[in-house]
């Protein structure tokens, strides 16, 4: 059973990593070409309509791969987590219904913006469909969290002798940690997608590519990294909130906080002497973990030794907690930088190291999700759903999981590889340069 659960946890945790790089473009980009086109149609620039039309090439390819692994995921819940399904399944239900019909509204309308590009008089009339591109990913992002906010905050069912009854399935999805979690996950997905293109155009300006389409690019593509970063930074303050009200056993192991006391410090890294509950090398910020959890400097927080040792989370959660809220740090402080030079000195603006920051933000986003997943889903152990059953409680009794992470492995290796591939012969094949050459833009 202890392999069982080993390898099945592996396995959900490397579909779920594969599959919110995807997820997280599939949600984030939409609204990128959506500003794009709305730029390009209002001040008449043929920079920005071009913007939009190759974006939206690539949002097809990731969308393709994104289906494959969201159905693994689905899947998987079944194969591996079966009891969980047996009773959580029952109350679920809906959003997980709701989240294929989002996802199937969403489809059908990128289809009609992708092959509708020209064929309107108006242009807003093509840019209108895209609108519903957005609500539609935005939307699936919405139902499919609240699944996963279901299993940190369950309600909306009664739960006798392993008997389910009393179902709510709204109550059950507007739980308490649906409205900080799906706004974190929206906002994040927003800034992480905004990174990455930055970083791809910021990468394709250091490769001598100085043109005033890919200036245009990045100028749009930093500022909305830094709007929806600082939005992302407010959102998890709210998470602070939360954690300290509903689950604040997952903040104390976050902060390594083991005594309740008032002014509580935040801990930068450190290391942790477990056996003795004493940090070593940290940074200590003063009171700000007693205002994180209630915006209160001198208010109380609890702390880990409050609760029984077989239900705290694994410690090591804090750094996944610290590197998470530094990379939203270094993405708000370089595109804030990158901003404040355009204004002040703008000879400076296409600095070869300040773009390579900017570069390396974008990968930095993404393991800045990874690692806000990881959060999540560790710092909720040993719970899969918290209070009701444990993750050990819920796992499948087979002997082929083993098989089942090759072949999956395997799945998300080829998919890896040949998005990749598909994406880069679209660029090589069409590039830019060639296509504003075709419709005449002035490069």
Not at 160 to 176: D, Q, S
Request: charged share 15%; with cysteine; hydrophobic share 50%.
């Amino acid at each position: 059973m202890q392999d069982t659960l080993l390898w099945s946890r592996i396995l959900t945790s490397l579909t779920l990593g594969f599959h919110i790089i995807f997820a997280t473009i599939g949600v984030g980009v939409p609204v990128m070409i959506m500003i794009a086109e709305w730029l390009g149609i209002r001040r008449n620039d043929p920079h920005y309509m071009l913007l939009a039309r190759r974006w939206s090439r690539g949002f097809t390819v990731t969308v393709a791969v994104g289906v494959v692994t969201g159905t693994c995921i689905g899947l998987q819940l079944s194969l591996l987590w079966p009891s969980f399904m047996q009773i959580a399944g029952q109350v679920i239900a809906l959003p997980l219904f709701m989240e294929t019909f989002a996802f199937f509204f969403e489809a059908i309308f990128l289809g009609i913006y992708l092959y509708t590009w020209d064929r309107f008089k108006n242009r807003w009339l093509h840019w209108a469909f895209i609108i519903p591109v957005v609500i539609g990913s935005s939307a699936s992002a919405f139902f499919i969290t609240t699944v996963n906010a279901f299993m940190n905050a369950p309600q909306g069912f009664t739960l006798e002798n392993g008997v389910i009854t009393h179902i709510e399935p709204l109550k059950a999805m507007f739980n308490p940690a649906t409205p900080t979690k799906v706004s974190h996950v929206l906002s994040s997905a927003f800034m992480t997608s905004a990174a990455i293109l930055a970083a791809v155009t910021a990468w394709l300006i250091l490769r001598g590519r100085r043109t005033e389409y890919y200036k245009k690019a990045l100028r749009l593509t930093v500022l909305w990294t830094f709007v929806f970063g600082v939005g992302t930074a407010l959102i998890g303050d709210l998470s602070g909130k939360y954690l300290a009200e509903y689950q604040p056993e997952k903040l104390a192991a976050a902060e390594w906080h083991f005594e309740t006391k008032e002014h509580a410090d935040l801990l930068v890294g450190g290391v942790l002497d477990e056996k003795n509950q004493q940090v070593k090398g940290a940074l200590p910020l003063p009171g700000m973990l007693s205002f994180l959890a209630h915006s209160d400097f001198n208010a109380k927080v609890t702390g880990l030794n409050e609760f029984p040792k077989d239900v705290w989370p694994p410690l090591f959660v804090h750094y996944l907690f610290d590197l998470m809220v530094g990379v939203g740090v270094y993405a708000v402080a370089i595109s804030l930088l990158f901003l404040v030079i355009r204004i002040w000195n703008k000879s400076q603006e296409w600095n070869s190291w300040l773009l390579r920051l900017i570069v390396l933000g974008g990968p930095l986003s993404v393991i800045g999700i990874e690692l806000g997943w990881m959060f999540a889903e560790i710092g909720r152990q040993p719970w899969i759903l918290r209070g009701y059953m444990r993750t050990s409680q819920g796992v499948t009794t087979s002997s082929d999981v083993g098989a089942m992470l090759i072949l999956f492995a395997l799945l998300y290796l080829v998919l890896g590889v040949v998005c990749i591939y598909v994406l880069l012969r679209m660029t090589k094949k069409n590039p830019p340069e060639a296509e504003m050459q075709k419709r005449g833009i002035t490069l």
